[in-house]
């Protein structure tokens, strides 16, 4: 049996639901699985933040459809206790995952980031643990850039200030005046940089983290929405 977390679940045929699910050691694993009825029910586990060992079989419904089916799923430990904003960022990293992880890419490394990220949001919000997490997740997908080494090959400088450069990494710009990061054009803190690889953000670091890690997301995401981040949205009024 192997340790997991359901990203999400839809109805599938009458008592069913095809589950997403994040596995430790595999990645991405959609399955099918009853829900069953009464005490044997799995309702009550089957939902987000739900540490879970689960075992697998493959079916020949399941495997035609391209998915693995579930034969046994218990409780691993309680729920992670997220509430307010670390509930809502739960909600976010689970909907990265859906969007961005597909089954193929195995993701194996991505398992433990996401528990330890859930386990930092349970203690209290943080935005630091989100941007860990997309680090993670971009560092997976073979879309995040070196943070040892500006383009140039010189190793970065907690004093100088950085602008992206899409395929070429963080170029050293001279700027008199501190900017904002926007849209990939403004300046990134090399103190920022460095805390980043560190996961040692500060305060004054996390404007520039989380609009580092909006552009680097927005083309692998395209033009749809994250719908978790309306929770945010609706939240904040």
């Known amino acids: 049996m192997k340790r997991g977390y359901v990203l999400h679940h839809r109805p599938f045929r009458e008592s069913s639901v095809i589950v997403n699910l994040l596995i430790e050691g595999v990645g991405r694993v959609d399955a099918i699985t009853r829900m069953g009825s009464g005490k044997r029910s799995i309702k009550s586990i089957l939902q987000p933040f739900q540490p879970l060992i689960i075992q697998f079989s493959a079916q020949s419904e399941a495997k035609n459809l391209g998915l693995k089916n579930i034969t046994q799923i218990e409780s691993a430990a309680p729920a992670m206790p997220l509430t307010g904003d670390s509930l809502y960022s739960g909600f ?25 990220a859930l386990m930092s949001l349970a203690k209290g919000f943080c935005s630091s643990h989100l941007r860990y997490f997309e680090m993670a997740l971009l560092l997976e997908l073979g879309a995040f850039p070196s943070l040892n080494y500006d383009s140039q090959g010189h190793e ?3 004093q100088c200030s950085y602008r992206f450069v899409a395929q070429s990494g963080f170029l ?17 803190s090399g103190a920022m940089l460095l805390a980043l690889a560190s996961h040692d953000l500060q305060t004054d670091h996390l404007n520039q983290a989380k609009g580092l890690m909006r552009y680097l997301l927005t083309p692998l995401l395209g033009n749809k929405p994250l719908l978790s981040r309306q929770l945010f949205t609706k939240n904040a009024q």
């Open 92 to 116: 976010y990293l689970n909907e990265l995952l859906v969007r961005l992880l597909s089954v193929e890419h195995q993701a194996e490394g991505l398992f433990l980031a996401y528990h330890r």
């Open 156 to 158: 970065l400088e907690a």
């Open 172 to 188: 050293p710009v001279v700027q008199t005046k501190e900017s904002s990061f926007t849209h990939g054009k403004g300046c990134l």
